[in-house]
């Protein structure tokens, strides 16, 4: 079953901007769009207004959001159901990091995780690093790879993975910059 174009209209019904839920779930915004489109083509009705400025949700698709919302908990309730015989650690994890620490660290990571726990599905979010602790202690995250802070504020815990060194870039011709980096 398909389910990512509840899981879009849902995003853009919670964000209402179409490029900050494009971004979210990693889709182009013409995709966003489209997919958006199809479901207001076969409802038959708007479910969002929109202009230039602003994305607010009609009667209907406030109505077709508490549908959208409770197809997908049941969906999920009835995966997990027929699933459970299986005793197979499954579910869903978050996971929060930089575009380079995706490129950097991920790969080795998720690799040998999938292999592992092939029934985990992995939705992964990147952004800057400085928000990961507060995307932990806001509950938008489960995990996240980023940088340990000097302080690490309750309730928060942090395991090295790997290190990655810190480097510096400056142009070339900069040579009181480059004196100072490289002392």
Known sequence: MDTKPLRL????ADTLHFGRTSTMCHVSPSTL?????QLEDELGVPLFYRD???VTLTREGQRFQEYARNTLMQWDNLRHALQEDRRVLQG???L?????ASYSFLYDILSSFRHQY???ELKLHTGDPAQAVQRIQYGEEDIAIGAR???LPAGIAFRP???????????????????????
């Open 9 to 12: 209209f849902l995003t853009l």
């Open 33 to 37: 769009s489209r997919t958006i489109q």
């Open 52 to 54: 230039n400025r602003s």
């Open 92 to 94: 869903e994890l978050s």
């Open 96 to 100: 929060y990091c930089s575009v380079t």
């Open 118 to 120: 092939p029934r985990i």
């Open 149 to 151: 802070p000097d302080h």
């Open 161 to 183: 993975i790997a290190r990655s060194p810190l480097l510096f870039i400056a142009q070339a011709g900069q040579a009181q910059l480059a004196e100072r980096l490289s002392g």
